[in-house]
């Protein structure tokens, strides 16, 4: 594991975009896995800037996100589909048909599932996964007590994460229960992934996801387990790190 301590999030935005733009300039056709939440944000508009600076090329790339809400179409504006459209896809020269996000109305979840399987596998599998981290030290939607072996599945949300999401709905109710989520195989199959997280509510769980014990108590443990890990922090998140 590599682990780049950066002074504010600013910085770890950057580094980040760096290394996703570096990754399709080495290999234009790239798969890339993608997470949203407020932590890539900065990360995504870094990339922006650098392909508006034609620095680098999305048009070759492909990308797989690492999650949806169940039973939240596409077009609500919560959905991590339009998510991805608003702070990246809109912006940049991607081929619609090389985006992939589970479809959270999907009615058959079992062939949704396996058919996110099949398509990463087409694709050549992923190249460069960025992954976020819950304050639960959940990566992708696979929460405390996680099955390790897991492919892409339908998940129950934790307590912890329907109240940390619930920022983004107008209430707590109206956040969805469940989610379809890249299981913790689907992450570690790919070649090489990069951690990110700011500020002071990420620095326990980045502490006993780097420092602690691989349990399925901290589903981001097992990443001490892939042998191309980035983990880019700003102090605040790094505070609690003994290294
Ligand atoms: P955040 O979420 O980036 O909004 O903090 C990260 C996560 O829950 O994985």
């Known amino acids: 594991m590599r682990i780049i301590i950066v002074n504010n999030y600013e910085e770890m935005s950057k580094k980040a975009a ?5 990754q399709v300039m080495l290999k234009p056709d790239s798969v890339l896995g993608l997470a949203t939440g407020d932590t890539p944000l900065g990360m995504y508009k870094e990339l922006i800037q650098l392909y508006s600076k034609n620095e680098v090329d999305f048009k070759e790339v492909t990308t797989f996100n690492l999650d949806e809400y169940y039973g939240i179409n596409r077009k609500n504006p919560q959905s991590y589909y339009e998510y991805m459209m608003a702070n990246l896809f809109n912006s940049i020269n991607i081929n619609r048909k ?16 396996s058919d996110y399987e099949e398509k990463i596998k087409k694709a050549g599998g992923i190249d460069m996964q960025v992954l976020g981290i819950g304050g639960n030290g959940h990566i992708g939607f696979n929460e405390p007590d996680v099955n390790f072996e897991a492919r892409t599945h339908l998940v129950n949300l934790d307590e912890q994460t329907i109240e940390a999401n619930s920022r983004f709905f107008d209430s707590i109710g109206d956040v969805p229960v469940k989610a379809l ?4 195989k689907t992450i570690m199959n790919s070649k090489k992934i990069i951690l990110l997280a700011n500020g002071i509510s990420k620095a326990e769980s980045i502490a006993r996801a780097i420092n602690g014990k691989i349990s399925p108590k901290v589903p981001a443990s097992i990443l001490q387990l892939h042998n191309d890990v980035t983990v880019i922090l700003d102090s605040e998140a790094a505070s609690g790190l003994q290294i």
């Open 18 to 22: 760096m290394m996703i733009a570096s």
């Open 98 to 113: 090389n985006i992939h996000v589970p479809d959270g109305m999907s009615q058959d979840v079992n062939a949704i599932c």
């Open 181 to 184: 989520s890249m299981g913790i």
